[in-house]
């Protein structure tokens, strides 16, 4: 009963992380709404009005008063005393269906607005009461690496919890989230993993030392908290790996399950790795996870160790016959998983093979069909298969057939042209049609445009098929005005999918006068992933360096920067853009300009200017923008120098970051 009440306990907590980080559908809609503001927005009577929000009877007002503030960024930072005063309000209010606080409102909304008001928060912290505390302590990570102004909180926080395991694992993951350098929290970590006789501690320690984003971790969406340290630290990548690999054997399923998901993430030991999750096989004990959808419930060790092996992509071919070995496993997911893998395995057709001639060769139909022309050579053997005396095994053999060979086998493709009726029947038959594209795109466009919202899965099946999908990407671009922001990434991601032929399309979408600053935030953010067919778009974005919308030319200004592209044409501009009203926009210029190198040494002289800003992300921005350009910011040596005795650790850590790189470079 007593392992019961503990895995509810890890559960319940879990779940609570997890909603505290989300964004609330509030703020989704927030998001949008900056994108469209102009400078007019962020005139001084505006703030002022809004500030009088801030003491209003009504709870949704004062919320959303912080709420507008924040979203004009550093320059609302004349009410974050007065938004202090409210992070205790516990009273609540209704919106869209859902009851919001007014303190934990502005508590995300004021670690949005950081760095400016993570120094006031940082002084403001012992006022607070100890729930207010642990509350910006979960939200803390949201201000990415400025966080670490509040480490000294967080560590004192831990240390004084000793008694209370409700809290005490999430500051552990917390403060391994937001440590700089790994140094304070790496230690703890491995010691808690090792020696803790708390399991949920365990299981954090765990997870804290997980390196990367990966795809089946069950515990959360965030990017692995312990990714700095290990970059740096090849002996400290050694250690963690190796606690992680006895934590396998640990008597608590939990931690079994969260040692091979970090485990995973460590490319140098993944050979390990293979040898201990493959034993976790076996392993049908469950344990309390957090889904995808935000639910908690119970998973079996043995899954969650599949889901591992999948990840080690070095090892595909020793993992596929792993797969293929397992006994027990549902013949559907075993299917899946050999599929997944025959994408990075060196010699697939010899285990399809095995499989294809074995007591169940269905399980080498979805594979092959990913393998298209390439698996020609096991055509024979389908052949045969198509006059099984199963039905589904004849009828897989003849659709795989008409995949992999379809001038042999034309039937298939004649099935393909029926019309099909439903969303979830055209995106199954596209994954078994790829090969077929000219005929299933046409099918999947018209179940996209019959959808307001842009269905996920059908963009994702044509992404799938690539640049003979391309005449899908207008739809996706144009779906980045409709304004779910929480899909954006997850589109920008599916575009690149479909190579660089995109890049003038979203040229077309950005020189359209009508488009929405939601779309042209998107489309600017997306364009320098697609590096060097990128640079045609150059002139198009320096124009937007011009744009009424403050957010746009910001973007903007972080794409020249990113592509680092055509200096003669860019960088000028940039210089422009270094006074721009919008402090924003100034460090996202100033940091871009710090990308260029030696051909920016015309601009370092507007740089040292900005150390002396007004702001404290522009001072940021510039102090870093000079730290990249060497040899020819010696000049600003002094003016670094005179910043070391900043009352902000952000800028002493920058300065001295700064004057580092600008030493050895030369």
Not at 498 to 505: A, D, Q, S, T
Not at 565 to 570: G, L, S
Not at 620 to 641: E, T, Y
């Amino acid at each position: 009963m007593k392992t019961s009440r503990n895995a509810i306990s890890v559960s319940v907590i879990a779940v609570i992380f997890v909603l505290l980080l989300l964004p609330t559908p509030a703020l989704w809609a927030v998001d949008d709404k900056a994108l469209e503001l102009t400078d007019a927005d962020y005139s001084k009577e505006r703030i002022a009005e809004l500030t009088l929000l801030l003491d209003a009877k009504s709870a949704q007002e004062r919320a959303e008063g912080a709420e507008k503030l924040c979203m004009l960024g550093a320059e609302a930072r004349v009410a974050i005393p007065k938004m202090l005063t409210l992070l205790n309000d516990q009273e609540g209010y209704v919106l869209y269906l859902n009851r919001f606080q007014v303190g934990k409102v502005v508590m995300q909304n004021l670690i949005e607005l950081s760095p400016e008001s993570l120094l006031p928060l940082q002084q403001r912290f012992p006022d607070l009461t100890k729930e207010t505390r642990l509350e910006l302590a979960l939200r803390i990570p949201k201000a990415g690496t400025n966080a670490r102004v509040m480490l000294p909180e967080l560590i004192q926080m831990f240390e004084s919890t000793k008694g209370d395991q409700s809290s005490r694992p999430l500051m552990l993951l917390m403060i391994a989230t937001i440590d700089p350098n790994g140094k304070q929290a790496f230690q703890r970590v491995l010691k808690v993993l090792k020696h803790d006789g708390n399991a949920s501690m365990r299981k954090y320690a765990a997870i804290s030392l997980s390196r990367a984003k990966s795809a089946r971790q069950v515990y959360w969406n965030q990017p692995g908290p312990a990714a700095r340290w290990f970059r740096e630290s090849p002996k400290d990548a050694i250690e963690a790996g190796d606690a992680l690999l006895v934590a396998l054997d640990d008597t608590e399923p939990d931690v079994r399950a969260a040692a091979a998901q970090s485990l995973v993430t460590y490319p140098e030991s993944e050979e390990r790795a293979m040898a201990g999750i493959s034993k976790l096989l076996g392993d049908e004990k469950s344990y309390s996870v957090m889904y995808s959808n935000h639910f908690g419930g119970a998973e079996l060790v043995s899954n969650t160790a599949r889901w591992c092996l999948l990840e080690l992509h070095s090892q595909a071919d020793r993992v596929l016959q792993i797969i293929i070995q397992q006994e027990g496993q549902h013949n559907a997911l075993k299917d899946r998983d050999i599929a997944e893998l025959i994408p990075y395995c060196q010699q697939p057709l010899e285990a399809l093979q095995t499989l294809l001639d074995g007591e169940h060769p269905e399980l080498t139909f979805r594979a092959l069909s990913q393998l298209g022309s390439g698996a020609t050579k096991l055509a024979a053997r389908l052949d045969r298969l198509t006059h099984h005396k199963n039905k589904m095994i004849a009828d897989g053999a003849k659709s795989t057939l008409g995949q992999i060979a379809p001038k042999q086998y034309p039937g298939f493709v004649d099935q393909l042209k029926k019309p099909v009726a439903k969303l979830d029947e055209a995106i199954s038959v596209a994954g078994f049609a790829r090969p077929n594209v000219s005929i299933e795109i046409p099918r999947l466009l018209n179940r996209i445009q019959d959808d307001y919202d842009l269905k996920m899965d059908v963009v994702k099946e044509l992404a799938a098929i690539g640049p003979e999908a391309i005449e899908a990407v207008p739809i996706i671009i144009d779906s980045f005005e409709t304004g779910f922001t929480f899909y954006v990434d997850n589109k920008q991601d599916l575009l690149l999918k479909f190579g660089p032929g995109v890049v003038p399309l979203i040229i077309t979408a950005l020189i359209s006068p009508e488009k929405k600053a939601t779309l042209r935030v998107a489309c600017l953010q997306v364009l320098p992933r697609f590096g060097e067919p990128a640079r045609e778009a150059v002139p198009i974005i320096v124009e937007h360096l011009k744009s009424k919308y403050p957010r746009v030319r910001q973007a903007a200004a972080r794409a020249l920067g990113l592509l680092a592209a055509v200096p003669d044409q860019t960088l000028p501009r940039l210089q422009q853009a270094l006074s721009d009203p919008r402090p924003f926009v100034r460090a996202a210029a100033a940091e871009s300009c710090g990308a260029f190198g030696l051909a920016a040494a015309p601009q370092v002289p507007d740089l040292i200017l900005l150390l002396s800003d007004e702001y404290l992300e522009v001072r940021l921005a510039a102090i870093s923008a000079l730290g990249k350009l060497g040899p020819i910011a010696i000049g600003a040596d002094a003016k670094i120098k005179a910043q070391l005795v900043d009352k902000d650790v952000l800028v002493r850590d920058a300065c001295k970051a700064a004057l580092l790189a600008i030493r050895k470079a030369n």
